[in-house]
């Protein structure tokens, strides 16, 4: 018998949803009935969906109620970005060339989740070919700021507890950013350990799947859902933390220093020794390094839509494909070999669960909607391929503040065991 107090869905984090409904204190329909509120009371304003398929969504909901879980996100409400394919549903990549492509299969991320008992709600906003051409979306908390890109609307939705999760996807920082501009957590697992098939590819040497969720321990709950052989969530602080400050990139704004100092604190206050990571010039160039194999991948990968659709692409998209093509191949070799000597050289650092926090942006969401912002304190992690994290770590003027934390090549459920208690000390 379904039976406890009644709560919207939007007041609960992910892994506190999945608990009550594994215990029967909530119905699969209870829940997505909030979100369908919530989404019919900020959509007008933050615009985060580009299709939503409630019908089908509330049809699934309704055959989870009462039956036995299917899953650890048995009814749960599930976001998706729309580069990412749902059968039956549009695949838009936030283009006019894509309009009217229609998906025919599930990509392997959805149908996984699918398995686990989610429940698909939308498509949500990307930027186009999740580069850098922004959508619809606004930011959540402050109206007329950028929610971050590239995966806009799937951030937005989780921060306004329209969805508990959703898919994103990386390639520069684009979960780690709009996480922290926000205030929701996010992770992208290492490079290779989620499959892609089904996603649209803007740069295959760096593209990632990435997801989002209310609070920093609920990351571990999609991992584990996503990923074979993953044990139940076990929090622990880190052995030790390298800090970088994010100065040898760009100007940080004062209240994201002072967020990163307070995390600082906070870790040094519980015992957990906090050192500089003092690797300037290695974090300037796997920038470098990034930006050359992004144009290069993208050029190759968006060939076909240049030459077919050049009129549709904005200037933005086409000056990355142009400078990719005019760019030599040995120039793209090189920029592989700096990311392969510096992976291994910060993996011999970050070991016996050492971690690095850095800024998980310059600062809060830039005002106006024509970026989507700087992803440049995240490109050199992303282009390690390392596990990357974000969890909200404060506010200035009514808008979130993010740190990342990073760890080694393989280290993911290290990662998330140090977020998930760094959140509990957070209050994130």
């Not at 996480?179 to 490079?191: E, I, K, Q």
């Not at 350990?193 to 295959?204: C, D, E, F, M, S």
């Not at 209240?255 to 990163?260: I, N």
């Not at 906070?266 to 020794?273: A, F, H, I, S, W």
């Amino acid at each position: 018998m379904w039976h406890g107090v009644r709560m919207a869905s939007n007041e609960l984090t992910l892994t506190e949803i999945a608990r009550r409904i594994d215990a029967g204190e909530l119905r699969p329909t209870e829940l997505l009935d909030d979100c369908l509120a919530r989404i019919a009371e900020r959509e007008p304003d933050v615009h985060a969906w580009e299709y939503l398929d409630d019908g089908p969504a509330k049809q699934q909901a309704a055959a989870c109620d009462g039956a036995p879980p299917t899953g650890p996100l048995h009814g749960v409400p599930l976001a998706v970005k729309d580069i990412i394919d749902v059968a039956g549903l549009p695949t838009r990549c936030g283009t006019p060339v894509r309009a009217d492509r229609v998906a025919t299969a599930d990509a392997w991320c959805v149908q996984r989740l699918r398995d686990a008992g989610a429940v698909v709600l939308g498509k949500t906003v990307t930027t186009e070919f999740a580069y850098f051409s922004p959508g619809k979306t606004h930011n959540p908390h402050v109206h007329g700021h950028t929610p971050g890109g590239s995966s806009s609307g799937s951030a937005a939705a989780v921060a306004a507890g329209m969805a508990p999760c959703a898919f994103g996807t990386q390639t520069a920082g684009s979960v780690i950013r709009p996480a922290s501009f926000c205030g929701v957590a996010g992770f992208v697992p290492t490079f290779g350990r989620i499959p892609l098939t089904g996603v649209q590819h803007l740069a295959p040497e760096l593209d990632r799947l990435g997801f989002f969720a209310p609070a920093a321990a609920d990351l571990h709950l999609l991992y584990r859902a996503l990923v074979d052989g993953v044990g139940p969530l076990q929090a622990r602080p880190p052995a030790r933390v390298l800090l970088t400050d994010g100065s040898a990139l760009a100007d940080v704004h004062p209240a994201m220093r002072d967020a990163l100092r307070r995390v600082a604190d906070v870790l040094t206050e519980q015992g957990v020794p906090v050192e500089p990571l003092d690797e300037h010039e290695l974090e300037r160039r796997c920038v470098t390094a990034q930006q050359l194999v992004m144009a290069y991948d993208a050029a190759q990968t968006l060939a076909g839509e240049v030459a077919e659709h050049r009129a549709q692409l904005s200037d933005a998209l086409l000056e990355l494909v142009e400078r990719g093509a005019a760019m030599p191949e040995a120039d793209y070799r090189g920029a592989l070999e700096v990311a392969a000597a510096a992976r291994d050289e910060l993996d011999g650092r970050l070991v016996h669960d050492t971690v690095v926090l850095a800024p998980a942006a310059p600062g809060p969401a830039p005002a106006g909607l024509a970026s989507t912002g700087d992803p440049i304190m995240n490109r050199p992690w992303h282009l390690l391929g390392m596990p990357e994290a974000t969890l909200p770590a404060g506010t200035v003027d009514g808008l979130p503040l993010g740190v990342q934390l990073v760890a080694a090549h393989g280290a993911d459920e290290t990662l998330l065991a140090t977020v998930a208690w760094l959140g509990e000390q957070l209050g994130s």
